[in-house]
């Protein structure tokens, strides 16, 4: 399983922080961040909002673009262990220099030098998809929104958002996502994670986007898994995630029921490290509960390629 190819279309960035990363930034900056660690080392939280507050307490060590710069190359060596080939990594101003336009090209700068960089050692192919933060609110949105249209080319290709879900509607980041689509870039959000089959039905909507994170409460309703399948709309699903989250346990994620109705899907760790998964073990877990062989993965990593945001010679060569 680890030497398959791999394509990883949704990871955060901060949630991709080895806790020994975050551990050892925060103690050259004496910034005590205990509270967010268990006695064995890792992340510890409980339940999704919890986690939410643990990634942004772990991300508030992060406060330079040298800092990213670093993250970034630990995040992609890692994923080159695992045969991932091409990763897509979501990025926030919220976080990378406080949706200050100047700054987050600082910021952006680092990230895709370092990215450069590792790719010359191994590590796989990355674009950045920027993301606003559903819970900071619509107007904040689109600031962010406006930092990536500023910064929108061949290394950030995509805006999307992340965050609770329950907090406001799909609709109310209209603004944001139509600045973002009229900059050129290609639009994903998180959807039918915390919220149900209406929220992945608003963000197709209200949004217009092409792709969908996570995506699999669509399951729970059977006209909303036609559109998806008639519309070729390919779900980013992060089943390991799930797990953690305790969305899903592994046997009842509709992955492959998703699979099995025609819906275009692909695997995606989300935030490895705080939900103790690697793409190889996301892997292995897929194939023994769900029965996948190695022709199922290959096909998932082709669907990733080809809804991969990048351009047409890279996405070539992924295929
Ligand atoms: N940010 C990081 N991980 C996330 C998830 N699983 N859902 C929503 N926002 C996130
Ligand atoms: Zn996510």
Redesign the pocket.
């Known amino acids: 399983m680890k030497d398959l190819p791999k394509i990883e279309l949704h990871l ?1 960035i901060e ?1 991709a922080a080895p806790p020994s990363f975050v551990r050892d930034l925060a103690s050259e900056k004496n910034h005590d961040l205990s509270r967010i660690f268990a006695e064995d080392g890792s992340y510890r939280y409980d339940g999704f909002l919890e986690f ?1 507050s643990v ?1 942004e307490e772990a991300t508030s060590v992060l406060k330079s673009p040298e800092d990213y710069a670093r993250l970034t190359r630990e995040v992609l060596m890692r994923q080159a262990e695992h045969g991932v080939i091409y990763t897509e990594m979501f990025l926030s101003p919220d976080f990378c220099g406080g949706r200050d336009v100047g700054a987050w090209q600082e910021y952006l700068h680092a990230i895709r030098e370092a990215a450069e960089g590792a790719k010359r050692d191994g590590a796989p192919e990355m674009r950045g998809i920027v993301t606003c933060i559903r819970h900071f609110g619509p107007d904040l949105a689109r600031e962010t929104a406006t930092c990536a249209a500023e910064t929108a080319a061949d290394f950030i290709t995509g805006f999307g958002m ?2 609770d ?1 329950g907090k406001g509607r799909q609709g109310d980041f209209v603004w944001a996502f139509d600045c973002a689509r009229e900059a050129g870039l290609r639009l994903t959000t ?1 959807a039918g ?1 915390w919220g149900g089959p209406g929220s992945v039905r608003d963000a197709l909507d209200d949004l217009k986007v092409e792709r969908i994170g996570h995506g699999v409460r669509a399951i729970e309703d059977p006209a909303l898994v036609e559109r998806l399948a008639r519309e070729g709309i390919v779900l980013e699903v992060c089943p390991g ?1 799930n797990a953690a ?1 305790g969305l899903y346990q592994w046997k009842a994620n509709p992955i492959e029921k998703l699979r099995a109705a025609g819906v275009p899907v692909t695997i995606s760790t ?2 490895p490290p705080f939900f103790h998964t690697t793409m190889t073990g996301d892997y292995e877990h897929i194939a023994h509960v769900h029965g996948w062989d190695e022709d199922a993965f290959r096909e998932a990593a082709r669907v990733a390629a080809r809804a991969a945001f990048c351009d047409e010679t890279t996405r070539q060569a992924l295929l």
């Open positions: 955060h949630g939410l990634y992340g965050g879900e998180h994670e995630s989250l989300d935030d």
